[in-house]
Structures are given as structure tokens and as C-alpha cells.
């Protein structure tokens, strides 16, 4: 139990609080973003990656509620995953087994309150989904948390302003600066004045792994958009010759995904490894969400057809498909060069155990070859056009449109689609670089970029009846 006395000297005193109650020390940035929080309204922090911003949120959420009578605390990210999983498990890390504070602070999976205050006293955990997610607070002392700031929609920080004209009431929002533009964005550049505003260098923090920062760079260059997001904190410079922004990357791995059961759409995909240090990325897309199953370095095609398989075979059972009520699930593979003893093993897998492997719907697929079309010269620069076009926020007249393409946040795969360029041909026509072109640029191959373009383009399956195999 907390003394009275305690309570005031540690209400304007986050530090020593965290120091002395928490039992941790914060960093020196962690400790300037404590103290900027107690003396100022509105505090945004941009940082790279593990520099330690959702540990520094739950210090602040904990020593607020603490040191605040009845005070309100709601918290939002843009996804279920980094608000519950990471803010709101590190704010129950600190409060476990903490004798000072366990017994008096009462976290539960969306709520922390004070022990016989649940209604008046607590913090709350709302992901960013909701319009209404921060609206409805009305206390003396409101502190308003926003995780990852920079993929929250503008309209979730609407009520927030309007409350803090209370004299008691504080902002703290953190983030990896993705967007050019936005609530987020403003706070560190039109509206900077209005407040106490961080920029925290992944390289100059204790906390990040030195092996991760010489990753990106010798991967992907220190003038790269991946690394100035990820590492550096800084804005993406969005180059002129770079077909997909990054700001369209990062938004769609920030939006929110709940498995809404039976997936209406199911599609495989394989980029088969060419070279020794290319790799082989197996993937697969239930409806808009795309997840990275395996990768592994090798060009044994075998193994590849195999782990394919185990692959189909895992989703028929997790979605419990049948040959006469679903579907087969196309499966779509890099056909160029070693690629093609992939396609033929399946096929050959497929005329032996045709009754098992009714869901095997085989799609070969050429990178780089000549198309007939008005905009696109070839085969990738389409398919790279149809993935731009999932990730765009709005349709070709403006109007916002539903997310279509839901990517997961990989370091490699996000560098290599914000990292493609293009040019036009003499026809005027767009062309993407080759994987090639890639490598010879220093950039390590976009396999897990190509996987992705697997999955997304749009085939044709041939007519059949259900239960019948073709």
C-alpha cells in the first residue's frame, strides 16, 4: 500500500516513481518522454523499432492511475494484436508480482482499475476500429494513450482534443512514422508547437539490437525508406521512381483482422528459389489477410512440392473443405526456372492421388514475361499493379473503398515491395524492374515481395461442377 504522502510526492515525479514503485529504470528518452507527460498536454514520440515505447506507455498508464484520483485512462492501437497482445500485456508485466501495486490495481484482459473502483477509477483498452473508441471519457484527469499513432484513423482522435482543454488532461502517442500524412504526421511537423515532441534513433538506443540495425542496413541500404521507418524513426521519403509507397505497406499491415471463420477465398502461393542465396516462400491468402508460411534457402523441388501439400492439406482440415461442397485452391507457382520441376512434381502428385488432392487447382506462373496489355509491359509490372491497387485506401473516383489486402509485418517483405522501381518503355508503357535488376542494385532478391504477387493475382478457374474433379 501506497502512502498519502507517497502519492504526492510521486504525482509530478513519473521517474522516481517507476524507479522506486515499478522497480525499473528507464533509459534516458524513456525518462525525458515520463517527465514531458507530467508537464505537458500533448507529448508524440516517433521512433524506430524496439526502442522501448510500449514499456514507457505502461509506466506512464500505471504511475497516472496511481498517483490520480479517479482518473481515466483509454488506450487504443490500430490492431487487436499490438494493443492486447504487446501494450496491454507489458501493462500487466509490471503489475505482476509488484507487492506495492498488485494488490491494489486490478488488470484484466481489457481492463485496469483500482480495487473497488471499477467503474470511476481505471484504464481501458479499445482498439482503433471504433470511431467512438476514445469518446465518452469525462474525468479531471484524463490520459489518453495511442499506440503505433501513425496507423490510427484521423477521425479516432477527434473527441480527444475537445478534452484536452481540461487542465488535468494529457496526451501520449508513439509510433513508427509510416505515414505522410495524417493526425500523427501533423504532430511532428504543421502542429509541432502544440507539442513535446520525440524523435528516438533505433542506433543510438540501448535497447535495439545492433545485429537488427546492420541487418537493414547492409540489406537494404541507410537511404532506403525501410530503414529510416524502422530503425531511424524518421518519415519515408517516398522516391518518384518507387512503384508501391511505403505509406501503403505500412497502413495495410496496421489494419485490423478478425478471422471471420469459413474464408470465402483461399489462394497458395510459392516463389520458387533460383539462386543460392535466394530463398523459397510458400504463402498463403484466406479472403484479404496474407500470411508467410515458410521460407528456407535451397532448390530442392521435392521438398518444395511436399511442403506445398502439407501446406493445402493443413488448410482443407483447419477449414474442414470438401470435394463436393468447396472449391479446389489455386495454386499458384514460379514457373521460371527451377521453378517448373515444382509445377511438374505437383502434377505428377496430383494424376497419382487425385481423390485426396481434389483442392490441388495448379497455376503455373512466368515473372517477367511480355504481356498484351495497354498500361503494363509484362507479367510482374501487372502483377505489382494489382497489388498497388488492393492497398490504395480509395477507389478511382476518391470515394473509400473496403481494405482488400491485409500484409504481415516482415521486415524483408515490407523493404522489397516499398523498394521496387519502374520506368516506362519507349511505348509509354509501365515495366517494374526484374528480380535481377534488383540484385545488381546491392538488393538482396524480393522473394518473399514475389510470393506475395502470387497470391494476389487473379486467375480464372475453369468451369466446373462441384465434387467433380478436373
Same mark, same amino acid.
Given at each position: ?72 485512462? %483509454? ?32 488488470? =484484466? ?57 481540461? %487542465? ?231 470515394? %473509400? ?23 516506362? =518503355? ?45
Amino acid at each position: 500500500m501506497i502512502t498519502e504522502d507517497a502519492i504526492n510526492f510521486y504525482a509530478s515525479r513519473p521517474v522516481e516513481f517507476v524507479e522506486d514503485i515499478i522497480g525499473a529504470i528507464p533509459d534516458p528518452e524513456q525518462a525525458a518522454v515520463l517527465r514531458s507527460v507530467e508537464a505537458n498536454p500533448m507529448t508524440t514520440v516517433r521512433s524506430g523499432h524496439g526502442v522501448g515505447k510500449s514499456t514507457v506507455e505502461a509506466w506512464t498508464i500505471i504511475w497516472f492511475m496511481v498517483t490520480r484520483p479517479f482518473p481515466k485512462i %483509454p488506450c487504443t492501437a490500430p490492431t487487436q494484436h499490438q494493443l492486447f497482445d504487446i501494450l496491454w500485456a507489458e501493462v500487466s508485466k509490471w503489475l505482476r508480482n509488484n507487492p506495492a501495486l498488485g494488490t491494489e490495481l486490478i488488470w =484484466t484482459k481489457e481492463k485496469l482499475y483500482m480495487k473497488g473502483y471499477p467503474e470511476e477509477w481505471f484504464a481501458v483498452a479499445r482498439t482503433a476500429s471504433k470511431p467512438d473508441a476514445l469518446q465518452g471519457f469525462h474525468a479531471e484527469d484524463v490520459l489518453y494513450i495511442i499506440d503505433e499513432a501513425s496507423g490510427v484513423d484521423d477521425k479516432i482522435f477527434e473527441p480527444v482534443l475537445g478534452s484536452l482543454s481540461t %487542465p488535468g488532461a494529457r496526451l501520449l502517442m508513439c509510433g513508427n512514422p509510416t505515414q505522410l500524412s495524417g493526425f500523427f504526421y501533423d504532430s511532428h511537423h504543421k502542429n509541432l508547437p502544440s507539442y513535446s515532441a520525440f524523435h528516438i534513433d533505433g542506433r543510438k538506443s540501448t535497447r535495439v539490437s545492433q545485429d537488427f540495425v546492420k541487418t537493414i542496413v547492409s540489406m537494404y541500404g541507410e537511404d532506403s525508406d525501410v530503414f529510416r521507418v524502422r530503425v531511424a524513426g524518421d518519415f519515408p521519403l517516398q522516391e518518384d521512381d518507387i512503384f508501391i509507397p511505403l505509406p501503403l505497406v505500412e497502413k495495410s499491415i496496421m489494419t485490423p483482422y478478425t478471422e471471420k471463420g469459413r474464408p470465402g477465398l483461399i489462394h497458395i502461393g510459392c516463389d520458387v528459389a533460383r539462386f543460392g542465396d535466394d530463398k523459397t516462400v510458400i504463402g498463403y491468402k484466406t479472403d484479404e489477410k496474407v500470411t508467410l508460411w515458410k521460407k528456407r534457402r535451397g532448390q530442392d523441388t521435392m521438398k518444395t512440392a511436399d511442403d506445398i501439400v502439407m501446406l493445402g492439406e493443413e488448410l482443407v482440415a483447419r477449414y474442414k473443405l470438401t470435394a463436393a461442397e468447396d472449391d479446389p485452391i489455386p495454386v499458384k507457382v514460379d514457373d521460371g526456372g527451377v521453378g517448373g520441376g515444382v509445377v511438374d512434381r505437383l502434377r505428377q502428385m496430383k494424376r497419382n492421388n487425385p481423390e485426396k488432392l481434389w483442392w490441388l487447382d495448379i497455376y503455373p506462373v512466368k515473372f517477367g514475361q511480355r504481356i498484351s496489355h495497354k498500361h503494363y509491359y509484362d507479367t510482374t509490372t501487372y502483377m505489382m499493379a494489382v497489388v498497388k491497387n488492393l492497398l490504395q485506401p480509395h477507389d478511382e473516383e476518391g470515394k %473509400p473503398k473496403p481494405v482488400e489486402l491485409i500484409l504481415p509485418d516482415d521486415n524483408d517483405l515490407v523493404a522489397q515491395l516499398s523498394g521496387r522501381k519502374y520506368a516506362l =518503355t519507349d511505348q509509354s508503357k509501365i515495366r517494374i524492374e526484374s528480380k535481377e535488376a534488383v540484385k545488381k542494385r546491392g538488393q538482396p532478391s524480393p522473394d518473399e515481395a514475389d510470393c506475395v504477387l502470387l497470391l494476389c493475382l487473379p486467375i480464372k478457374p475453369p468451369k466446373r461442377k462441384k465434387g467433380v474433379n478436373a
